[in-house]
Every structure is written in structure tokens, then in C-alpha cells.
């Protein structure tokens, strides 16, 4: 395994390692002057009439000579729409092609009564590794050998380990922790980072997902896999659901100063568009600094009914990783890593926890990174890692 440590950007080689024929490349993560404050839409826009195009003739008077200058091509004339006395107070309520009636609009006009949501980056330096391995085989494998030593680490500190679960196809990954004898299952208490509102015998059961790979094949206590209540809305299942985290005793998860819950691992995949869990990007729920469980009732992605820790909860624990394998996963992977975005705009970016962070790849879906550019600190990483 190859070693790679950046410290403020500068990538230096430390050392090699045969294990799980994988590449691993560490990086300090630091939020900086830079990113560590920004706002999505904290400036109010304001909003003018198009002037008409007489308006932009610059004409120059010299004398009694009068000259005339057309406007630049780069000018974009936006001619007047069809409300001139501005957007009517109400839209809709007509009938549309399809025979249903459109809904009336509640918006107020652009810009107008719309909350800016604030995203930040931590202060604090987080040690971030990326690990690429040659197969999808090899990352499930390297996957399981990290969830096994955080489980043996976290017992002998406490006696307990806690570990927070995604869904979709990261779950697949965990079939490589069946049959090992060196984790203690019966110490585990298992939750899930988001969850889909529905029948825990769905299809889109996040829970269900992980039952048929992996929790009913080992021996972790049902008392100890916290699952959702059925049949209530999205707001009560988030509530009962922090409940449930609220009952664990404080040995089994602690609490920081802030009164967060501190769990010991979160696993996590990544979307195509950069959410993690179900916190989507530029989306209320990403922003939201307190709360340890919410509701998400306008998921982009199906079912849209959900809930989802926070990310101050996600980043209150010791190590997270996240698991991105395939060539589908590419792009985001290498924008993730390799271009800063503004906050917000990829939600596994603000993932920033106490202790590690690590990205396990494979080739494929880091097959867009430049590692070999890394040293370069003109070109990468552009990341503040």
C-alpha cells in the first residue's frame, strides 16, 4: 500500500505497505480562512426593469455634432415579459394541457421572503486519508479491516462500539464483516445515518437492505439495531428516532460539550450530485447547525420521505468514512477531492469528524483523480484538505 501525506497542500511520500494492494493517500484537512464561512444566498438580489434597448445608445455630444455608439454584442437585451406591471400576486389555477388544474403559486415574487441558508466549514483539522484499491473485491475487504479495527479500538476504550449505517449500494460492502471471528458483535449497537419513510419490509428500506446483507447473518442483539417506528409522518419519525439515540446510555454514546452525540464510526456513500446520507446539496436540512435527527419531506431522489441525521452530528463522530467504488462514481469523487466548491454545493465536503476521515476507492471511481499532480501545490489539491 502507498502512502501519501499532504500537510497544506504539499503531498510527501512516507511510506509502502503490501496490504490489500491499495493506494492511500493522507491529507490534513483544514477548513482555512477561505472556506470557513459563506453563505448561499446571504446577499439580497435586487431586481430592476430591463432598460429598453434607446436606453443603451450612448450618445456623445461635441460641438453640434451628435454621434451615436451601438451597444456591445456581449449585451444581453432581455426584453420586457408578459406582465409589464410586474409578476402578478397569483399564478396558476388554470387548466393545463393535461386536463389537471394548476396548482395557485404561493411565491411572493423572486427574491422576496426567501431564507438564506448558511453553510460552514469547521475550523478544526481533520486527518483524511484516500485509500484506492485495485478491485471493488479489495475495497470491500479493506472496508471491513476498518470497521474491524474502529469495533476493537472503541470496545477497549469503552465496551461498546456504536456505528451508523447508509443505504444504497455501500450496504453491499458489508457482506465482507460475515464470518469474522476478531469483531464482537454482541458489543455493537447499530443506526443508520438516513432512513426512507416507509414499511421496514420495503424494497427502499434502508434497514431491510442491511438485514439481507449483513445484520441478520451476525450476532449483534436486535434490542441493539435502532430502527424506525412504521407508520407515522417524517417529522415524527425523526423524533422518535432521536429518541431512541437520547435512551442509549451515555457509555455507550457519549455527548461533546455541545450535547451532540458522539458515535464511534459512521459509514457513508456518496451520490452522484455529492449528498451524504439524506443531506442534499443547497438544502435546508445541509445547513442546519442543531438537532440530532431530521425530517426530509421533498427528497430530490425517491421516496422523498426520509430522515437523516445531521451534519453536526455526522461530523461530532470519531471517524467516518466513505465508501465510493465504481466508475459511476467517478466524477463526484474527483470533484469531491480535487475542486473546492462553494459550501454546500457537495454536502460530503462539510463531512469534517473528530478524529479520521477516510475515502476507500477503488480504481475505478478514482480513475478521474490526479494523484500523481498532488505534489504539484500549483494544481492540486485544490481541496482545502
Given at each position: 500500500m502507498l502512502s501519501l501525506k499532504v500537510s497544506t497542500n504539499i503531498v510527501k511520500l512516507v511510506s509502502t505497505n503490501t496490504r490489500n494492494n491499495s493506494v492511500v493517500?493522507?491529507?490534513?484537512?483544514?477548513?482555512?480562512?477561505?472556506?470557513?464561512?459563506?453563505?448561499?444566498?446571504?446577499?439580497?438580489?435586487?431586481?430592476?426593469?430591463?432598460?429598453?434597448?434607446?436606453?443603451?445608445?450612448?450618445?456623445?455630444?461635441s460641438s453640434e455634432k451628435t454621434s451615436t455608439k451601438n451597444p456591445s454584442q456581449n449585451i444581453n437585451i432581455i426584453p420586457v415579459g408578459r406582465w409589464p406591471e410586474g409578476i402578478p400576486p397569483?399564478?396558476?389555477?388554470?387548466?393545463?394541457?393535461?386536463?389537471?388544474?394548476?396548482?395557485?403559486?404561493?411565491?411572493?415574487?423572486?427574491?422576496?421572503?426567501?431564507?438564506?441558508?448558511y453553510f460552514t466549514y469547521p475550523d478544526a483539522t481533520t486527518d483524511t486519508q484516500v485509500i484506492v484499491h485495485e478491485t471493488a473485491f479489495s475495497?470491500?475487504?479493506?472496508?471491513?479491516?476498518?470497521?474491524?479495527?474502529?469495533?476493537?479500538?472503541?470496545?477497549?476504550?469503552?465496551?461498546?462500539?456504536?456505528?451508523?449505517?447508509?443505504?444504497?449500494?455501500?450496504?453491499?460492502?458489508?457482506?465482507?464483516?460475515?464470518?469474522?471471528?476478531?469483531?464482537d458483535f454482541s458489543k455493537w449497537y447499530v443506526l443508520f445515518s438516513d432512513e426512507r419513510v416507509v414499511s421496514l419490509s420495503s424494497e427502499d428500506s434502508n434497514y431491510k437492505a442491511a438485514a439481507e446483507e449483513f445484520l441478520n447473518?451476525?450476532?449483534?442483539?436486535?434490542?441493539?439495531?435502532?430502527?424506525?417506528?412504521?407508520?407515522?409522518?417524517?417529522?415524527?419519525t425523526a423524533e422518535h428516532y432521536a429518541g431512541q439515540m437520547l435512551n442509549l446510555s451515555d457509555s455507550v454514546l457519549p455527548r461533546t460539550a455541545d450535547h451532540l452525540p458522539v458515535l464511534d464510526l459512521i459509514l457513508l456513500g456518496v451520490g452522484p450530485d455529492g449528498h451524504v446520507a439524506s443531506l442534499f446539496p443547497n438544502?435546508?436540512?445541509?445547513?442546519?447547525?442543531s438537532g440530532w435527527v431530521l425530517p426530509v419531506t421533498h427528497s430530490p431522489?425517491?421516496?422523498?420521505?426520509?430522515?437523516?441525521?445531521?451534519?453536526p452530528v455526522i461530523n461530532a463522530a470519531q471517524n467516518v468514512i466513505v465508501c465510493a467504488l465504481g466508475a459511476g462514481k467517478?466524477?463526484?469523487?474527483?470533484?469531491?477531492?480535487?475542486?473546492?466548491?462553494?459550501?454546500?454545493?457537495?454536502?460530503?465536503?462539510?463531512?469534517?469528524?473528530?478524529?479520521?476521515?477516510?475515502?476507500?476507492?477503488?480504481?475505478?471511481s478514482a480513475g478521474s483523480l490526479a494523484l500523481d499532480s498532488w505534489e504539484d501545490k500549483k494544481k492540486y489539491p485544490r481541496s482545502t484538505f
Open positions: 493517500a493522507r491529507v490534513a484537512k483544514k477548513g482555512g480562512e477561505d472556506s470557513s464561512k459563506s453563505s448561499g444566498t446571504g446577499d439580497k438580489a435586487v431586481f430592476t426593469t430591463p432598460p429598453a434597448l434607446s436606453d443603451l445608445v450612448q450618445t456623445k455630444t397569483a399564478m396558476g389555477g388554470h387548466f393545463m394541457p393535461s386536463g389537471e388544474l394548476a396548482p395557485l403559486s404561493k411565491s411572493k415574487g423572486p427574491g422576496v421572503d426567501i431564507a438564506p441558508l475495497a470491500s475487504s479493506g472496508l471491513a479491516d476498518a470497521v474491524a479495527d474502529a469495533s476493537a479500538e472503541a470496545i477497549a476504550r469503552k465496551g461498546s462500539f456504536t456505528i451508523a449505517l447508509s443505504g444504497g449500494s455501500l450496504v453491499k460492502s458489508l457482506s465482507s464483516l460475515v464470518g469474522r471471528e476478531d469483531i447473518k451476525v450476532a449483534i442483539p436486535s434490542s441493539q439495531i435502532l430502527k424506525i417506528k412504521e407508520n407515522m409522518t417524517a417529522e415524527q438544502s435546508k436540512e445541509t445547513s442546519t447547525t431522489k425517491p421516496p422523498s420521505e426520509r430522515i437523516t441525521l445531521t451534519m467517478a466524477e463526484i469523487v474527483q470533484r469531491a477531492l480535487e475542486v473546492q466548491s462553494l459550501p454546500g454545493a457537495i454536502p460530503v465536503q462539510l463531512v469534517r469528524p473528530q478524529k479520521q476521515l477516510r475515502w476507500i476507492l477503488d480504481t475505478e
